[in-house]
């Protein structure tokens, strides 16, 4: 029966904001349709989306955001109203966001060459342009705007309504008034969703409770890092001068002066702002559940000198009053990016929530999650969306400090490599302290404290900008110390996780490209790949024992490694543990490595007594380590693995005998550096979006082998294809990734990953590219602030293309 309650579904969705609606249509685009129900407690829009100002843009340096903007655009400016039938009220008015200082006008270059990249219409255009279409706009100190003509704004509820009009039309069951009270797995795998109106069994269960996703994870024990912010807009009376104008003028952001947007209102003024001090997280513990439509009491005194501002920047709103203020919550999440994903350690309990920009990137990123679900990856990479990226450590008062600086970082400058310090360390490893105090800038990354360079003669800080600082004279003399003599890192932020028992080989053997390491002490590099042949995440496997393998790997893959060998495991004996938390690592690296390693041990250390690509158990200061002989600089090098209470022995015990051989403190941006010179790829190429073939590493696959994925990566008949470039430098700037790379005047592809090279003088990339333009030799352009820039394919290694140096036996000093 049509309308009886349904007891079983294949997918449950829970909130009909636009992020659950927006899977639901994109669900039914993908075949699920009428195994779909989606849940709302009360009507469609009531949470967060109805009071959205309903912005989109395509002013945004995110690779992958740009393509479901980019994708949102089209759906709003025609195809969902073609298809569905309902309105959307799309105003294609364009955009601008301003530029007043020199470091705003250089995030508008990086962020014009991304839009190339994307084939994006954007231009950078100076007052006079701006002045001409916006002739309301004071544009005192304004430099210049990044102008986004495609751009515009859309109804929220609208968009809404016609989404949920084509999930219906694809077979989706959407069901309003009827709130769902508990979440719970079943001993069968399936979740239970219970309602109101009854419990319904599915094989997934989707949280896109917006405000609620949080309280709702719960109930399933999970705890979701989100928290909700009170955001202001205001809409004026109407404006004498907006009547009769010819065209609806664009919107303008102006993150300096307003920190927020403004806009025309059909014949009114609308201003919002996202304040930089005092923000407002609401609803810590619990939002009620009958909130519907729900808004606060403006708080004029915390937005008020961003509406001073916006008033002299818009005279002619200047003696209007304000008609309507609209003062709602949006969820934030730590670090500005929404949980689209896998929710961690559950199988097929999914995340569509934590989205502060819903209509602007909403259908795009449930487009990319409908794919997941049903194809097992998603076409983009989900590296920054992935919830699993965060861990145990994002504890509820961590999540309301960290959303509360997101919410403030709205309207600044997001700068290449932006550290955001509340809430830390939260993980600090045992050398934390040590090494800040010789001058360590730490990052944080999957929670752990990491030293990304050691400030020598320069301020211990960041230093922000998109051009070159002197933390790149920090980085090269690092790089130059490792090169030339020996040099130590803290690398205990890796992914380090145990799979011993008696099948384990078996299990890693099926999840893993390349030959598994045969006998124990041996290390391999290998990929694993997801269902449908994509990359799921690179690790290194060292044998420990017959039956116990020691996995390393990125350091934010430490869920999205353990869920993986959860889920494929099919019965295999084998025990999983985590280790991360426990073990410390260190790195050494240099042509001097083997000297300074054999004054604090016995170990044979020669090429015959430890081989390249292989692991021991030493002793060093009182204790038995694992030293692995691999070099993510490329050099004579070991990574030291151990119990955190090794740690600052075997740290201080080496850096004694390094010292006469000039031991240096290195950290991630040298290693960055070193491992680009080396031609290595890392997460930033090796990502859910590729195969082994488009990533280049099939070398690192055998195919007289089984693997979960293996038939796709035979596909020969590859849509890119990652190419290591070397681009000319001109001194200022580098390029920090998703650039436009160009042959013979035409887009052929992207950067990934691009970082200036000290050894070799060059700029190196990785970049995603069509194959006619991969070749070894090819001459290129790569967009750089918006400048073209010579760079050639290359087709080898920059530094050391035969790896003597980490194979070397040369002989320790006297
Ligand atoms: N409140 C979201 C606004 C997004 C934007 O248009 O910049």
Redesign the pocket.
């Given at each position: 029966m049509a309308n009886e309650f349904p007891s079983t579904a294949r997918v449950v969705i829970v909130g009909g904001g636009v992020m659950g609606v927006g899977l639901a249509y994109h669900l039914g685009h993908e075949g699920w349709g009428a195994d779909t129900v989606l849940l709302e407690k009360s009507e469609l829009t009531s949470g967060s989306t109805w009071h959205?100002?309903g912005?989109i843009?395509h002013s945004t340096s995110s690779f992958g955001l740009g393509k479901c903007v980019d994708y949102n655009i089209s759906l709003y400016s025609g195809v969902l109203e073609a298809e569905t039938g309902q309105p959307v009220t799309w105003h294609g008015c364009g955009s601008f966001r301003l530029a007043y200082t020199e470091d705003e006008m250089d995030w508008l270059r990086h962020t014009l060459s991304v839009g190339r990249a994307l084939g994006f219409n954007i231009e950078l255009v100076g007052p006079e342009e701006i002045a001409k279409q916006h002739p309301f706009y004071n544009l005192d100190g304004v430099l210049g705007a990044l102008h986004t003509p495609d751009d515009g704004h859309v109804d929220p509820t609208n968009v809404t309504m016609a989404m949920a009009a084509g999930a219906r039309q694809k077979g989706v069951r959407i069901i309003r008034q009827c709130r769902a009270t508990n979440i719970t797995q079943l001993p069968s795998g399936e979740w239970q969703v219970e309602t109101e109106r009854g419990a319904i069994t599915c094989e997934h269960v989707v949280n896109a409770g917006g405000t609620y996703a949080r309280q709702m994870g719960e109930w399933s024990g999970l705890q979701l890092p989100m928290t909700s912010m009170t955001?202001h807009y205001f809409v004026t009376e109407p404006v004498p001068e907006f009547q009769g104008l010819e065209r609806e003028l664009p919107v303008i952001?102006d993150d300096k002066k307003v920190s927020g947007?403004i806009r025309m209102e059909q014949n009114r003024g609308l201003i919002?702002i996202y304040e930089k001090e005092n923000p407002n997280s609401v609803w810590h513990d619990h939002c009620p559940w009958e909130y519907e439509n729900w808004l606060f009491d403006a708080d004029y005194d915390r937005v008020m000198p961003y509406l001073e501002e916006s008033l002299n920047r818009m005279p002619v709103f200047a003696e209007l009053g304000i008609q309507r203020d609209v003062h709602g919550a949006i969820s934030h999440p730590p670090d500005g990016n929404p949980l689209i994903g896998p929710a961690p350690g559950v199988r097929n309990y999914w995340c569509c929530c934590g989205t502060q920009?819903g209509i602007?990137w909403g259908p795009g990123l449930t487009r990319e999650l409908a794919r997941w679900m049903v194809h097992g990856s998603a076409d983009i990479s989900m590296r920054d969306f992935d919830p699993r990226r965060f861990g145990s450590y994002a504890t509820k008062d961590w999540q309301v400090v960290k959303a509360e600086e997101d919410y403030c970082l709205r309207h600044e400058i997001p700068f290449p490599h932006f550290n955001r310090l509340a809430g830390r360390p939260i993980k600090p490893s045992p050398l934390h302290e040590l090494l800040k105090a010789k001058g360590a800038v730490h990052e944080e990354v999957y929670g752990f404290e990491r030293p990304r360079f050691f400030a020598k003669g320069i301020a211990q800080e960041d230093h922000y900008s998109f051009n070159r600082t002197p933390v790149d004279d920090m980085i090269a003399s690092e790089v130059k110390a490792v090169r030339e003599a020996v040099g130590i890192m803290d690398v205990t932020a890796f992914t380090k996780v145990m799979v011993q028992g008696p099948d384990a080989y078996a299990l890693l053997d099926r999840l893993t490209a390349n030959r598994m390491p045969q006998k124990v002490g041996a290390i391999t590099l290998t990929h694993m790949l997801n269902r449908a042949g994509r990359i799921e995440l690179e690790t290194t496997i060292v044998r420990m024992g017959e039956d116990r393998f020691y996995l390393v790997c990125a350091a934010f893959f430490e869920q999205r490694l353990l869920d993986h060998l959860a889920h494929q495991r099919d019965g295999e004996d084998v025990t999983i543990t985590a280790l991360s938390a426990n073990w410390s690592a260190l790195s050494l690296n240099g042509p001097l490595a083997r000297d300074v390693l054999a004054n604090c041990t016995d170990a044979d250390l020669s090429n015959a007594g430890f081989r390249w690509l292989s692991a021991q158990e030493i002793n060093v200061a009182g204790h038995s380590i694992w030293a692995l002989r691999m070099s993510y600089a490329g050099e004579l090098g070991w990574e030291f693995h151990m119990p955190n209470a090794a740690c600052l022995d075997v740290y201080n015990a080496l850096w004694t005998a390094g010292e006469p051989h000039g031991i240096t403190d290195y950290g991630s941006f040298a290693m960055n550096a070193m491992r680009m010179e080396k031609g290595f790829k890392g997460a930033g190429e090796l990502t859910n979006e590729v195969t082994l073939a488009e990533a280049d590493v099939l070398r690192f696959a055998r195919q007289d082998k089984d693997y979960l994925g293996r038939d796709k990566t035979l596909n020969t008949d590859l849509p890119w294809i990652c190419a290591y470039l070397e681009i000319e430098p001109d001194g200022k700037a580098d390029g920090h990734g998703g650039e436009a790379v160009m042959l013979d005047g035409d887009v052929v592809g992207a950067t990934a990953s691009v970082v200036f090279g000290p050894t070799v003088g060059k700029i190196l990339a990785f970049a995603y590219v069509k194959p006619s333009a991969a070749t070894p030799g090819t001459e290129l352009e790569v967009v750089i602030h918006g400048q073209a820039r010579a760079a050639r394919v290359l087709g080898e290694p920059a530094y050391d293309p035969n790896s003597d140096k980490p194979r070397t036996d040369a002989k320790v000093s006297a």
């Open positions: 959205a100002a912005q843009t955001h952001r947007y919002g920009i602007g």
